[in-house]
């Protein structure tokens, strides 16, 4: 008659310890091969605190960074200036007028993305609007162990918004350059390297356009240095130098042109959206008197 209370007993007995067994389980940690969430916020981060030159870092594998920018550069006061040829993209930073961009880069795998940038310039010396579009794929060189040292290679395709030279006849107006662009490829190195909150890089673009009368290459050097004065604020200066190539020798684009200016930047919504900005001053005579350029971009 003792049966059945010891079985109840065992059964009970037996009913707690899978209760212990199943909460130990629950409150452990998990399988060992169960890989970690990922951090959204680190993912979708960025840093494109330049102006100017090309920041030498990708957008992640699977993620995208949503680039954009509005400049102006002013026509000069002399009508014999000249600004030949008369292109929205490529190894031309220094276009007259008023110009606006949008586009962006995705990863495409670890060490490889791909960009698009689309750009329209208005209000310069020619009448109407100019569009113009470049794409390229960018290659992550520096080995992922180099976490201050960052070095990208790009290459890919450029459409120009005008083609032909723009200059003054005798009566000092305008002649506009053609209505339309020509196509070209291009190749660029970017640099970058963190010494504390200092930050240097150097842009070295090279060009050729497929056309008559155009230089075999034309080259531009592009060279910056920041400082993270606090937080997500940096400070810092960048030099442009285009059309290199016609230091000593001028041709198809009537010599070279530089220009320099101060950059303040900052990181915000947990670095996923940079804002940058600055003027410049023109450093020769072909060269541009004053410029001015505010960028955004934002990481998806």
Same mark, same amino acid.
């Given at each position: 008659m003792h049966k059945a209370p010891l079985l109840v007993l065992a059964i009970l007995a037996a009913t707690a310890a /899978?209760?212990?067994? /199943?909460?130990?389980r629950a409150d452990g940690p998990g399988p060992v091969d169960q890989p970690e969430p990922p951090d959204e916020a680190a993912r979708h981060s960025i840093d494109r605190t330049w102006l100017y030159l090309d920041d030498a870092k990708l957008a992640a594998?699977?993620?995208a960074i949503g680039m954009s920018n509005a400049s102006y550069t002013s026509v000069g006061s002399s009508p014999t200036r &000249?600004?030949?040829p008369y292109r929205a993209l490529g190894a031309n930073t220094a276009q007259p007028g008023a110009m606006a961009s +949008? %586009? *962006?880069? &995705? *990863?495409?795998v670890p060490r490889v993305s791909v960009m698009a940038l689309g750009q329209l310039g208005f209000g310069g010396v020619s009448a109407g609007a100019s569009a113009g579009a470049v794409a390229g794929l960018r290659f992550q060189l520096a080995p992922a162990a180099w976490r201050d040292t960052h070095l990208v290679a790009s290459l890919g395709y450029v459409r120009e918004a005008w083609a032909g030279p723009v200059y003054s006849d005798d009566s000092g107006a305008w002649t506009p350059a053609q209505n339309h662009g020509d196509d070209g490829a291009w190749a660029q190195a970017a640099f970058a390297q963190d010494l %504390?909150? +200092?930050r240097l890089g150097t842009?070295?673009?090279a060009e050729h356009v497929f056309s008559t *009368?155009?230089?075999p290459v034309d080259v531009m050097v592009q060279l910056g240095a920041s400082y993270r004065v606090a937080g997500a604020?940096? /400070?810092g200066v960048e030099y442009v130098g285009q059309d290199i190539e016609e230091t000593w020798s001028p041709a198809a684009e009537a010599g070279a042109r530089h220009f320099v200016g101060p950059t303040a930047s900052m990181q915000l919504l947990q670095d996923r959206l940079t804002m940058v900005a600055g003027p410049a001053v023109g450093l020769s005579a072909f060269s541009p008197s004053l410029l001015g350029r505010f960028a955004l971009a934002y990481g998806f």
């Open positions: /899978a209760l212990v067994a /199943a909460n130990a594998p699977l993620t &000249v600004y030949s +949008l %586009g *962006g880069e &995705v *990863g495409l %504390g909150r +200092l842009t070295v673009h *009368g155009r230089d604020f940096r /400070a």
